[in-house]
């Protein structure tokens, strides 16, 4: 499977989860801004989503995620087909840079 096709994989494998736990999901049109869906938590808050997708066993828990504005209720959710069964975590947006690595640059703080 490319990384394309990963990834969508990914994606509807975690909007199908969220809709059979009767979440209200809004998808934008467009992913520019980083946002692959919205997720209503309330009458007046909602949270943001990135899904990021392995689907290659070279490295299987190796997430990248480029220009990272980490803020409250923006989460980035995980997931690896490249195991059995696919293996997936909800990180809020401040956990992941706080744990992760940068790669060939320096970290801008935002």
């Known amino acids: 499977m490319n990384s394309l096709g990963a990834g969508k994989h990914g994606e509807y494998m975690v909007l199908g989860e969220l ?12 992913d520019a ?3 692959d869906a919205i997720v209503r938590r309330g009458d007046e808050d909602f949270a943001e989503i990135q899904i990021k997708t392995i689907g290659t066993s070279k490295t299987p828990r190796w997430f990248q995620v480029t220009n990272l504005r980490p ?16 293996e997936t975590w909800v990180i809020p947006s401040q956990v992941f840079v706080e744990y992760s690595t940068v790669s060939g640059f320096a970290r801008k703080r935002i």
């Open 33 to 35: 801004e980083g946002i």
């Open 71 to 86: 803020r409250a209720g923006y989460f980035i959710v995980c997931v690896t087909l490249a195991v059995s069964p696919p």
């Open 19 to 30: 809709l059979k736990r009767g979440a209200s999901i809004y998808v934008p049109v467009v």
